[in-house]
């Protein structure tokens, strides 16, 4: 095996794509490699162009890469869609021949043809089934684990029934035993499992946001399902219950705010999850929580927008309105994740910070991060600090909303004695009684933001990777954090002086250290998902810094090779 194999699947949603690059992806993890997964697929329930690509290695892996290694596609139109990336040093597993793809010799690129239709429809009268055959030829070409593999198709298809589970381990074992009949192997790609690790976990990013929540202490969930934050719903529902939590379904978004408000009012730790749509319904009781001071969060899964926009894509494009969403002034805290980590402990985080501050707190993930699949080092619990918000301790006169120096007041619970309040969007005095001079509006505006005046002092906001003397600096946030490194870490091995921060909270701002990372290079340059340059946007507000924009906006990731590539243009 070389340094790392990327492989991609491609054929019609409903094929059975996803599924099978799921299981050669679980297969791989549990053999003891590394495995990090990008998938794209259509918004409709069946058809389209569905694409897994799974890079797996036995070394620390950054991104999702450039391209592949081996494509193996179901059908022409996959073929027709990749056939243009093939390189010399490439495999193409096709279905063939006589299926409908003809591909043409291209020097270097190695094609095997393995007829998956054939084989699942004639000879097993199981149509359904050929993306197993498919799997069992890739298993045999490149040494992936097979007992593995037979354990996933088992435990899989196990409450189907046990015909459901012999047919399809009967289409992995022809897949696998055409291979070993029919092709003689001329390709260099093998796979070499490692030692498996015992405290590794494999999740997607919507299931780590879940387990997030669940380790912070989260009591109460409700939302409305929306592509493609509705497996974090999901998860939790499984889940929530055991530790005697609640996940309500909401009949919208604008419900399952007002669920999640009542909730933390309440005393429990709440959360929600949608995607742009739905945070654009619920920015009004987005200002009502931070103006009645409780403790939420609310896990935004971007997807391409605006309006339905593209649902089963990925973008950057929620910033401005998580950040400025809502009418007036009221503040809130943004935290974007970049990596599957990210995505539990920064959802921890946001359950702390919702606490401390007493406001909502908003994670922002993406559609290829929910979906993306990775290992990773399974979580030490004991380490982890759990926040619980200010309560009042039963002692002298309760106000509420005092007026404190931190801006932070201590919060009753419903029914206890002497701390009576009601909570409500009216401008209020210190006791919760409504006060509209201009005095007490100024005052409470002020005692809100006065919150976070010090967050960036109080809190890890940024990660930096740098020297202090670089060329250039490149600031990037969310997902393109992972190609951001991946290429930092190529540019320096070809001699270019390259720094990087990687701010974990978006809003506010981390001025204090963009300015200071600024000083420190020639030029700033920062790439994002997004038309606008909504990141740069705010710190060129706010920062008073001018970065050089770069802005891709087709639906799906950088790759390393793209912010590579921008370096040396800059440079």
Not at 2 to 19: L, Q
Not at 64 to 84: L, P, Q, S
Not at 117 to 130: F, G, H, M, W
Not at 271 to 280: E, F, R
Request: hydrophobic fraction near 40%.
């Amino acid at each position: 095996m070389g340094k790392d194999i990327i492989i991609r699947i491609g054929g019609e949603g409903g094929e059975g794509v996803i599924s099978a690059g799921d299981m050669l992806a679980q297969a791989s993890a549990r053999a003891g490699l590394e495995v990090l997964t990008f998938k794209t697929f259509p918004a409709e329930i069946k058809g389209g162009y569905a694409m897994y690509q799974f890079r797996v290695s036995a070394e620390e892996i950054l991104s999702h890469g450039d391209t592949f290694n081996i494509v193996v596609v179901f059908n022409a139109e996959a073929y027709e869609v990749n056939k243009g990336l093939l390189k010399p040093g490439n495999v193409l597993v096709y279905d063939g021949p006589d299926a409908g793809i003809d591909p043409k010799p291209i020097e270097g690129v190695v094609q095997y043809a393995v007829p998956m239709t054939k084989i699942s429809k004639v000879d097993l009268s199981s149509p359904i089934s050929k993306n197993m055959v498919a799997l069992g030829a890739v298993v045999q070409l490149f040494s992936f684990p097979m007992d593995s593999l037979v354990e996933l198709v088992r435990n899989k298809f196990r409450k189907k029934g046990e015909e459901i589970v012999n047919i399809n381990l009967k289409a992995l074992e022809a897949g696998a035993e055409y291979v070993r009949s029919n092709i003689k192997k001329s390709d260099r790609f093998i796979v070499h499992p490692t030692k498996p690790e015992g405290d590794a976990i494999l999740l997607s990013g919507n299931e780590a946001i879940g387990l997030g929540a669940l380790v912070a202490g989260c009591e109460f969930f409700s939302c409305y399902p929306i592509t493609p934050a509705t497996e974090i719903a999901i998860w939790l529902a499984k889940h929530l219950p055991k530790t005697n939590g609640i996940v309500v379904q909401a009949e919208d978004e604008i419900a399952s705010l007002g669920h999640v408000i009542g909730a933390s009012y309440a005393g429990a730790k709440a959360m929600t999850g949608t995607s742009g749509p739905g945070l654009d319904l619920m920015t009004e009781l987005l200002g009502f929580a931070s103006m009645a001071e409780l403790p939420l969060v609310i896990a935004d899964v971007q997807r391409g927008g605006p309006s339905t926009g593209l649902p089963t894509k990925s973008e950057q494009s929620d910033l401005f309105l998580a950040a400025r969403g809502g009418h007036g002034d009221f503040p809130r805290i943004v935290l974007a994740a970049a990596t599957i980590e990210d995505c539990f402990y920064l959802t921890v985080d946001a359950f702390n910070l919702a606490e401390k501050y007493q406001m909502p707190v908003i994670i922002l993930s993406d559609g290829s991060l929910a979906f993306r699949t990775e290992k990773i080092k399974r979580p030490d619990l004991a380490k982890l600090n759990i926040m619980n918000r200010e309560v009042y301790s039963g002692n002298g006169e309760f106000k509420r909303y005092e007026i404190t120096d931190s801006g932070i007041s201590a919060v009753s619970l419903p029914g206890q004695p002497g701390g009576q309040y009601i909570a409500t969007g009216l401008e209020h005095s210190e006791t919760a009684a409504p006060k509209y001079s201009p005095d007490y509006h100024a005052m409470m505006t002020e005692k809100r933001f006065r919150k976070i005046e010090n967050i960036e002092d109080e809190y890890a906001a940024s990660e930096y990777d740098g020297n202090g003397d670089e060329d250039i600096g490149i600031i990037s946030w969310g997902l393109t954090q992972c190609s951001v490194r991946e290429a930092v870490k190529r540019c320096r091995e070809k001699g270019l002086k390259v720094s990087a921060l990687y701010p974990r909270m978006v809003f506010p701002v981390p001025v204090k250290a963009i300015r200071k990372f600024a000083s420190s290079v020639k030029k700033v340059l920062m790439p994002e998902v997004n038309y606008q340059g909504q990141f740069a946007e705010l710190v060129r507000a706010h920062a008073g810094i001018n970065p050089i924009r770069y802005d891709i906006y087709g639906g799906l990731p950088f790759t390393p090779e793209q912010i590579e590539a921008k370096i040396k243009e800059v440079i």
